[in-house]
């Protein structure tokens, strides 16, 4: 299993260029199977997550070829009936269940499983699904959907801790060959979300208030192709900024989208950072941070996917700061490793108390999911020594070129 070796302690200076968004793609991909036309999907990152769903696409019948970072997907022939193995290994499959069933009328989708961040079950998937009239049947690891029409209503799909990104993806692709209109209430507002529903616009979808908790959507009998480009990954592009942060550098990120990061980086400026917009990137100075108070939430509240990281640096902070995961119950996997580097940390249920420490020492770590490993990435940039990080199967599957990018900007990791 491959490792990071990483020198800590070097200071970054110079440009880093954010791909696709990993969590805007994977949706996206999905919906070339709604049409027989052929989609041109462009800024496609360069993600093993990415391989994963073009393999589904391709289990299903459809043609995928490829150049560079522009896909071409005719989903001419298709079958509703995806590769048990294939489906299992990636959570994000689970939005083929709604073109399957928008287009084919039914499917038969291995279930995924939990992972490591917590149970991440897909009743809400289902409710959406049942709300547009399909009979629904979880089986042997299996759920089966089927319906001889889909008919457009009114569905709330909040779930106990609020909307459901992918959730509130399948649901909106499924009603756009329903009849009638499909209203959601309590949508999931990401930019991710936005960006699907400007794919289905341009493939002739009538959507509305897609980035709003209600969202419409007026069914068509048909769509067709389209060329569409995915936008910058805000995930990578936070990421990247608190690597400027906690190595107490100056960076330049593009492409990115201010408004997408707006939480994110009000909490660097909070503690200390100084954040410049110049209508394509931003650019970060760090050079004293202190302690911040943060909680994430659905958006455009402070994001899920970058507590781990951000707790990274507020272990380097001067100051106390206290950290609550809201979204995932198990997501604070990462405190243990980042304690075996020398940080203060308390926890209490689903809140750190991170104690800021002058340095961190490197250490033999593990990342436990995709962002725990980025965040153990950032502390290693930091530290004093030498870090080597395990769990780069995870860091692989969101970060394109993760320390390609880092070591041009003066980093020093090793495969
Ligand atoms: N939930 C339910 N029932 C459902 C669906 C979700 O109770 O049917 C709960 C979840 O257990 C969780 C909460 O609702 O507590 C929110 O989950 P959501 O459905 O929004 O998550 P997701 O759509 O499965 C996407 C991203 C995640 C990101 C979350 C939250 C993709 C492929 N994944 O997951 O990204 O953390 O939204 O923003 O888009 C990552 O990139 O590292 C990652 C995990």
Same mark, same amino acid.
């Given at each position: 299993?491959? &490792?990071?070796?990483?020198?800590?302690?070097?200071?970054?200076?110079?440009?880093?260029?954010?791909?696709?968004?990993?969590?805007?793609?994977?949706?996206?991909?999905?919906?070339?199977?709604?049409?027989?036309?052929?989609?041109?999907?462009?800024?496609?990152?360069?993600?093993?997550?990415?391989?994963?769903?073009?393999?589904?696409?391709?289990?299903?019948?459809?043609?995928?070829?490829?150049?560079?970072?522009?896909?071409?997907?005719?989903?001419?022939?298709?079958?509703?009936?995806?590769?048990?193995?294939?489906?299992?290994?990636?959570?994000? &499959?689970?939005?083929?269940?709604?073109?399957?069933?928008?287009? $084919?009328?039914?499917?038969?989708? &291995?279930?995924?499983?939990?992972?490591?961040?917590?149970?991440?079950?897909?009743?809400?998937?289902?409710?959406?699904?049942?709300?547009?009239?399909?009979?629904?049947?979880? /089986?042997?690891?299996? *759920?089966?959907?089927?319906?001889?029409?889909?008919?457009?209503?009114?569905?709330? $799909?909040?779930?106990?801790?609020?909307?459901?990104?992918?959730?509130?993806?399948?649901?909106?692709?499924?009603?756009?060959?329903? &009849?009638?209109?499909?209203?959601?209430?309590?949508?999931?507002?990401?930019?991710?979300?936005?960006?699907?529903?400007?794919?289905?616009?341009?493939?002739?979808?009538?959507?509305?208030?897609?980035?709003?908790?209600?969202?419409?959507?007026?069914?068509?009998?048909?769509? +067709?192709?389209?060329?569409?480009?995915?936008?910058?990954?805000?995930?990578?592009?936070?990421?990247?900024?608190?690597?400027?942060?906690?190595?107490?550098?100056?960076?330049?990120?593009?492409?990115?989208? #201010?408004? +997408?990061?707006?939480?994110?980086?009000?909490?660097?400026? /909070?503690?200390?950072?100084?954040?410049?917009?110049?209508?394509?990137?931003?650019?970060?100075?760090?050079?004293?941070?202190?302690?911040?108070?943060?909680?994430?939430?659905?958006? #455009?509240?402070?994001?899920?996917?970058?507590?781990? #990281?951000?707790?990274?640096?507020?272990?380097?902070?001067?100051?106390?700061?206290?950290?609550?995961?809201?979204?995932?119950?198990?997501?604070?996997? +990462?405190?243990?490793?980042?304690?075996?580097?020398?940080?203060?940390?308390?926890?209490?249920?689903?809140?750190?108390?991170?104690?800021?420490?002058?340095?961190?020492?490197?250490?033999? *770590?593990?990342?436990?999911?995709?962002?725990?490993?980025?965040?153990? *990435?950032?502390?290693?940039?930091?530290?004093?020594?030498?870090?080597?990080?395990?769990?780069?199967?995870?860091?692989?599957?969101?970060?394109?070129?993760?320390?390609?990018?880092?070591?041009?900007?003066?980093?020093?990791?090793?495969?």
């Amino acid at each position: 299993m491959d &490792s990071f070796l990483i020198e800590g302690g070097l200071p970054l200076n110079g440009e880093v260029t954010i791909s696709g968004s990993k969590n805007a793609v994977l949706p996206i991909l999905a919906a070339t199977l709604l049409t027989s036309e052929t989609c041109i999907i462009r800024r496609v990152p360069d993600l093993s997550d990415v391989g994963f769903m073009l393999k589904i696409l391709q289990s299903l019948g459809a043609e995928v070829t490829q150049d560079g970072s522009t896909l071409t997907i005719r989903a001419a022939n298709i079958s509703g009936r995806g590769d048990y193995e294939l489906i299992r290994k990636m959570r994000g &499959s689970i939005c083929i269940l709604g073109p399957l069933l928008a287009r $084919l009328k039914e499917a038969v989708v &291995s279930l995924p499983g939990g992972c490591v961040i917590g149970t991440r079950p897909i009743d809400l998937h289902l409710k959406g699904l049942r709300g547009l009239g399909a009979q629904v049947e979880v /089986e042997a690891g299996y *759920v089966r959907v089927h319906a001889s029409r889909l008919e457009g209503q009114m569905i709330f $799909l909040g779930g106990r801790v609020g909307p459901t990104v992918l959730g509130t993806a399948n649901l909106m692709m499924a009603a756009t060959l329903a &009849s009638g209109i499909t209203v959601i209430e309590s949508a999931a507002c990401e930019p991710e979300v936005v960006d699907l529903a400007g794919l289905l616009i341009a493939m002739g979808a009538k959507v509305r208030g897609a980035g709003t908790p209600t969202i419409t959507i007026v069914g068509v009998d048909r769509l +067709h192709g389209a060329d569409y480009a995915v936008i910058p990954d805000r995930i990578e592009a936070g990421t990247f900024l608190l690597a400027a942060a906690i190595t107490r550098s100056h960076l330049r990120i593009s492409p990115v989208i #201010p408004e +997408h990061l707006g939480a994110v980086i009000t909490k660097l400026e /909070e503690a200390g950072c100084t954040i410049q917009h110049d209508g394509i990137g931003l650019t970060v100075k760090a050079d004293r941070i202190t302690a911040v108070d943060l909680r994430t939430q659905p958006f #455009p509240g402070f994001p899920t996917d970058l507590q781990a #990281p951000f707790m990274s640096l507020l272990a380097t902070a001067q100051g106390t700061s206290v950290i609550t995961e809201n979204i995932f119950e198990n997501r604070l996997q +990462h405190v243990a490793e980042l304690q075996r580097m020398g940080a203060a940390i308390r926890m209490q249920g689903n809140t750190a108390f991170v104690e800021g420490v002058s340095r961190l020492s490197g250490a033999p *770590v593990q990342g436990s999911d995709l962002r725990a490993s980025a965040a153990m *990435v950032l502390a290693g940039l930091a530290a004093d020594g030498i870090t080597t990080v395990q769990g780069l199967e995870f860091l692989d599957r969101g970060y394109a070129d993760f320390e390609g990018k880092l070591n041009a900007v003066g980093a020093s990791i090793r495969r």
